[in-house]
């Protein structure tokens, strides 16, 4: 299906991740756009170095507690070298009391095909840095 993305990107768009004269004002929607940047430099910026990082993706269960382990789940294991971040589609943030919400989804391009792949992370901070996160991912789905 050929539609516009809940941003209204037209489908396969390239579009900005970050735009570094912006403020952040969500640490949880900077993660997302870090991420779909696949940018080690502003994850380690937004995360404590003894981050408890814990995710759940379709075939394996993760847990880190340090900027190298983090970096190399998210940079080695989920967003291969090969995978091209072709667009952060959407994000959501909320809060749930002393807990915060970020949902985001973003569609992706390897050597076999076209994918999307859609994670919840709930969080908390310290200070302005996230401290405590834990991660649902739908997997690459084939589109």
């Not at 993305?5 to 735009?19: E, L, N």
């Not at 981050?51 to 190399?72: C, I, N, V, Y």
């Amino acid at each position: 299906m050929n539609e516009p993305s809940p941003r209204g990107d037209a489908p396969g768009q390239t579009v900005p991740m970050t735009d570094p004269a912006a403020p952040i004002t969500d640490p949880g929607k900077a993660f997302a756009e870090a991420l779909a940047a696949k940018d080690p430099t502003a994850i380690r910026a937004l995360t404590t170095p003894d981050l408890d990082f814990r995710a759940m993706t379709p075939g394996k269960f993760w847990q880190t507690s340090s900027h190298e382990d983090l970096l190399d789940v998210l940079f080695t294991s989920w967003l291969e070298p090969a995978d091209e971040v072709l667009a952060l589609l959407s994000t959501e943030t909320g809060d749930i009391s002393s807990r915060r919400h970020v949902s985001y989804r973003m569609r992706i391009r390897n050597g076999d095909g076209e994918f999307l792949m859609e994670q919840q992370m709930y969080y908390q901070l310290d200070g302005n840095k996230i401290c405590w996160a834990r991660v649902m991912c739908s997997g690459f789905i084939p589109v």
